[in-house]
């Protein structure tokens, strides 16, 4: 299925079957996605928001729950390029963007692209590189290009992130500085499928490869375009308002030592046109809002108490529970 | 603190001033003038002057001593007002004022205790008001203007009310009320002068309002109780309630020997030692008629001269001194008259009436003093020659009651028949009892009723009650006022003076001559009586004189009985005409209460009605076309603000719709917390497992339409999908009004759609929330809601 691309190009005034074309794009690849990852539909749902809001995820959580499983998927669903970089302590920044070599024939240096040049990056366990080679591969994700020897590459589209982190208090990681963890859209963690779900798992993965059953249902182009009718869902200026309002109680609330940066903002808003737009709407409500804050928001702000990712999003529940959801109200 | 918008501190001071002005006026209850007010006014203004000065100008506020300045500015004033004659200058102090002031505040406890209200302003309760009002206007101001507190300083104004409560409760009226509860109204407003929360202060002053018409109200609309005659003196009811006469019995009969009291007098014969006189006769028993005990009728200030008494004659001045043993009782023992006593303290006080010396709250118990007295001694002749009295102003004196058997009238004009005047009438009946055929018993019945009168007439057996009751009402029966002293024979000879026990308990009657007073005689013919006064009784040849004029002259002793049997009937109607007049007033003043109450009672209605009226054109114009869709949503916030189920503003429009469908619990803070947390958990909330089942089946099926028909889920999984991170497709019977207008709102606020939506929608819209609110109320909530609705007060939020 497809949709007239000078629609959706040329007209900001979205209408609602393109929603509802971008809904269904995203419904078939939740089932695809599900099928392979037994019960973790929320983290399926919030990789493909991500994914049409155009943003990178950052998948926190102990090894072994399915991380690089789900960004596998979401790689093969929407049928482009999958890269997987295994952070190691000793990953040097070229081995995560490329390299300049000379070429012996031609006399010249000829750029061999990195293997972040992909539709779907998976950076597996970031938090196991040295601080340097992780800044090579967040500048990537920020800027959407990548600059060796002063030549600027763009990365291909679209580009998105799957890294996975484990828990910092794990032996030999280096912690994401929050300068870094801004650069993610969305942190989710998967956690530990419930025990219907795993037995279902242990069945299945035995089997037979869970990857191997999933087909693409979408191409690159499809997602483009779904991001560009995404991007054309209407925010008023109250739910902007009450965007703002929020972050500036994070930064206001006593509990919290560093609040959220605009970033989390614009993050927050992009996100919520992509929940809007899975919902059938052509305008974001505070629903949307409330709903994602807490999975854009946490790991941008830092609590009095401990970087801990729980309570972080208590505090920021905390937040939603204060903030007026209209002025006029 | 001090940054906020807040009431300007010479406002604030204003409030506590005349809140202060009007509790002191409250308290005027107490006081039958108004001399203590000024003093007490002016140390209030001082304070409240001093405290809007140091809170008010910013370099003294900065210096944070409005207490200490107000402090020593308070005791000050109290020494200049209270004092000021101890100052030097005028102002400045020296070690005597403080001696002086509380040598001030210890009169005013003992006035305290010698006081019934209302009361005069006495230097020691001037000093003693001061000095509360100082103390209390100090803390008060505090708390209004440093602490922020003026409830807890309305509790301290209770503290003052309980003085005229406590004091004076029947001479509280509606006013002093009104003084007091707008004095702690005008506390409770204060926080809210500042223009900026006029809501909160429109509540409390409609509440207050409210509470003051009420309180007004109320006791008006009760059934009237009847008020007690004479309560002052009812509450000295202590002083009155033991009545000696009655235990005259068992006092005689009291085997115990043992001295009550020691006395020398400079008198040859011991005279009856008497402790009070009882006049009241009911036909049943005896009492003391309650007399209203002045407080300042102090007895060591000497006593008046007793009545009838002539200043130059008839009587000699003696002295007697008392030592009381273990005798414990409020009557002072002394011989009658007494003028001047010495060594009582200041509690002892007098009824100018009956001579009676009466401890204010003291007791005779080891007591030593001396009185001297006047001992009167008329001569015959005296007697004779005096003239029936003025019947008015004897009533009590006179009084026989109806009930009284007709025997003893004519038993004492068969006694009397040869009686010349009234002396020789009581000579004779005197001489009657004494004359051999009675006998004196203690075996005779204990009741000094009318029947007993006449029984006792016919047993002859008797002791002193009979005797001097019986006598006393013959004596009546004559014209001659007469009551019945109670108190002691003269006791025996014991060295140079003599002792007292309860054996010689007596009772003597005691009758009124003009031109002598009240003189007394002894009917009794044994027990501690001794002898007859030399002036009862009638030298031989006057008493045999008056038997044989009395036959011939049988027609003047008409006069007095005549006058004496129809002045009763006088005074019987005379009574009885008061209470129909009183009756009558009562009856009009019943219809002004009345209307009174009904203007009250239509007055609270009104006001009552207001708030709920207002709400109605509240409702109406929101909900009138052209219909502006926010103000429909303030009328349904309204309506959740009246039903006490408030929508959090923190929660977006489609989860309020649940909150006011009832389908999910309000803003409960801590559910709310709950149901953001499990959220926020993620895959962990065992709730939200369930629901992500229901999605998870409803996306398997791969239909967007396919997930409306999941009707298992339901509401909760409406809930789930609205919070839930990733929306989910399943859509819930959502056809209420309610819900299409929810939708209409949201795409208006969000969406910049203009939604067409009609007045009679508005209205569906309104009926529905308001009936899903009352469903979910609580009875009270729902009366409340229409009634009183409580976004009229508070905006709704």
């Known amino acids: ?329 | 603190m001090n940054n906020d918008p807040r009431t300007p501190a010479w406002l604030e001071a204003g409030a506590v001033l005349v809140a202060m002005s009007l509790t002191a006026f409250g308290l005027s209850a107490v006081f039958a003038d108004l001399k203590w007010l000024p003093p007490v006014l002016l140390a209030v203004f001082l304070i409240v002057a001093v405290g809007a000065l140091f809170r008010g100008i910013p370099v003294l506020r900065a210096s944070g001593t409005a207490v200490v300045a107000q402090c020593v500015v308070g005791l000050l004033a109290v020494l200049v007002l209270c004092v000021p004659q101890t100052l030097l200058l005028g102002f400045v102090l020296t070690g005597s004022s403080f001696v002086a002031v509380i040598e001030l505040l210890s009169t005013g406890v003992s006035d305290l205790y010698a006081t019934t209200p209302p009361a005069p302003s006495t230097p020691g309760f001037t000093a003693m008001l001061v000095i509360a009002f100082t103390l209390i206007t100090i803390l008060i101001d505090g708390l209004v203007a440093d602490l922020r507190a003026p409830k807890v300083s309305g509790v301290l104004l209770l503290v003052l009310w309980m003085i005229p409560v406590f004091f004076a409760p029947a001479q509280v009226m509606w006013w002093h009320v009104a003084a007091i509860l707008a004095a702690f109204l005008l506390l409770m407003l204060s926080p809210y002068f500042s223009s900026a929360r006029w809501r909160g202060g429109l509540t409390a002053l409609v509440a207050g309002a409210l509470a003051v018409a009420l309180g007004l109200g109320i006791p008006t609309l009760l059934p009237q109780v009847p008020t007690i005659e004479n309560r002052a003196s009812g509450n000295q009811a202590d002083l009155t309630v033991t009545n000696p006469f009655l235990d005259l019995r068992a006092d005689l009969g009291n085997r115990d020997d043992s001295t009550l009291f020691h006395y020398t007098t400079t008198a040859e014969d011991p005279p009856p030692v008497r402790l009070t006189s009882i006049d009241s006769f009911d036909g049943q028993t005896w009492a003391p008629s309650p007399f209203e005990l002045d407080p300042f009728a102090i007895a060591v200030e000497g006593l008046p001269w007793p009545q009838g008494l002539p200043r130059d004659e008839k009587h000699t001045e003696q002295s007697i001194d008392v030592t009381i043993g273990d005798y414990d009782q409020q009557y002072l023992p002394t011989p009658y008259a007494p003028q001047q006593p010495s060594g009582l303290n200041r509690r002892w006080i007098y009824d100018e009436d009956s001579l009676t010396i009466v401890g204010n709250g003291e007791r005779t118990s080891g007591l030593e003093y001396s009185m001297d007295y006047l001992s009167v001694e008329p001569s015959a002749e005296d007697l004779q020659s005096a003239t029936p009295v003025d019947a008015g102003e004897f009533e009590t004196e006179l009084e026989v009651p109806a009930s009284l058997p007709q025997s003893v009238r004519d038993t004492a004009d068969e006694v009397t028949a040869g009686a010349k005047n009234q002396w020789e009438a009581a000579v004779l009946l005197q001489a009657y009892f004494r004359s051999g055929e009675f006998e004196y018993s203690l075996d005779a019945p204990e009741q000094a009723s009318g029947d007993a009168i006449s029984d006792f007439l016919v047993d002859k057996k008797g002791y002193c009650v009979q005797f001097s009751s019986a006598m006393t009402i013959m004596a009546r029966t004559m014209g001659i006022p007469a009551r019945i002293g109670v108190g002691f024979a003269g006791g025996e000879k014991s060295g140079e003076g003599y002792e007292v026990s309860m054996q010689d308990s007596h009772a003597w009657p005691e009758l009124y001559f003009e031109g002598v007073g009240w003189v007394r005689f002894e009917p009794t013919p044994g027990g501690p009586a001794g002898a007859p006064p030399q002036w009862s009784v009638a030298s031989g040849d006057t008493g045999e004189e008056s038997e044989e004029e009395a036959e011939e002259t049988a027609s003047p002793s008409e006069e007095p009985s005549e006058s004496a049997s129809q002045s009763p009937a006088a005074e019987s109607e005379a009574p009885s005409e008061e209470p129909t007049t009183a009756a009558a007033e009562e009856t009009g003043a019943d219809h002004t209460t009345y209307l009174w109450a009904a203007a009250i009672a239509i007055a609270v209605i009104l006001l009552l009605a207001v708030p709920g009226l207002w709400r109605l054109l509240q409702r109406r114009r929101r909900t009138s076309a052209p219909v502006d869709l926010e103000h429909v949503w303030t009328e349904i916030r309204a309506l959740a603000t009246d039903y006490g189920q408030s929508l959090d503003p923190s929660r977006t429009l489609r989860f309020n719709e649940l909150v006011l469908a009832g389908k999910v619990a309000g803003d409960a803070g801590a559910g709310a917390g709950a149901t953001r947390d499990a959220r926020a958990e993620g895959d962990a909330g065992a709730g939200a497992g369930a629901t992500r089942d229901a999605r998870a089946e409803g996306d398997a099926t791969g239909d967007t339409g396919a997930g409306a028909k999941q009707a298992g889920g339901g509401e909760s999984s409406y809930l789930a999908s609205l919070q839930s991170p990733v929306p989910t497709l399943i859509r819930p019977d959502r056809d209420t009004a309610l819900a299409s207008f929810i939708d209409a709102l949201e795409a208006q606020r969000y969406g910049s759609r203009d939604e067409e939506f009609s007045s009679s929608e508005a209205h569906a819209v309104v009926d529905e929330v308001r009936t899903a609110l009352a469903d979910n109320a609580t009875p009270g909530q729902r009366i409340s809601a229409v009634a009183w609705p409580a976004s009229v007060f508070n905006a709704p939020r």
């Open chain 1, 1 to 329: 299925m497809s949709i007239s691309h000078e629609a959706t190009q040329t007209n900001s005034a979205i209408g609602a079957e393109h929603i509802e074309w971008v809904q269904q794009l995203t419904a078939r690849a939740r089932t695809a996605m599900n099928a392979v990852l037994e019960g973790k539909d929320d983290a399926v749902g919030l990789s493909l928001i991500t994914l049409l809001a155009g943003g990178h995820v950052l998948l926190e959580d102990v090894p072994g729950v399915g991380k690089t499983l789900l960004a596998k998927a979401m790689g093969k669903v929407v049928d482009g390029s999958v890269r997987r970089i295994q952070f190691t302590p000793d990953l040097l920044p070229t081995d995560v963007v490329g390299v300049n070599l000379f070429n012996q024939e031609t006399r010249h240096f000829e750029f061999r692209q990195g293997p972040v040049f992909a539709n779907i990056v998976i950076a597996d366990e970031i938090n196991r590189a040295s601080p340097k080679t992780q800044s090579a591969m967040l500048e990537c994700m920020a800027e959407n290009q990548a600059t060796i020897d002063g030549t600027t590459y763009p990365m291909p589209s679209p580009f998105i992130v799957v890294a996975t982190q484990n828990p910092i208090d794990m032996e030999g990681t280096y912690a994401l500085p929050e300068a870094q963890r801004d650069r993610f859209m969305i942190r989710v963690s998967l956690g530990y499928p419930r025990a219907q779900d795993e037995v279902d798992l242990l069945d299945n993965q035995i089997a037979h490869d869970p990857l191997g059953s999933a087909q693409p249902v979408s191409n690159l182009e499809q997602i483009t375009q779904a991001r560009d009718i995404v991007r054309h869902v209407s925010a008023s200026r109250q739910l902007r308002e009450y965007i703002v309002s929020i972050l500036d109680a994070t930064r206001n609330d006593p509990a919290i030592v560093l609040g959220c940066s605009p970033r989390g903002g614009v993050h927050l808003l992009r996100a919520a046109k992509a929940r809007a737009a899975l919902s059938g709407r052509t305008y974001v409500t505070p629903d949307d809002i409330q709903s994602l804050a807490p999975f854009v928001l946490a790991h941008r702000i830092i609590p009095r108490d401990g970087d801990d990712s729980e309570l972080a999003a208590d505090l920021i529940g905390r937040v939603l529970g204060r903030v007026p959801v209209s002025t006029n109200q």
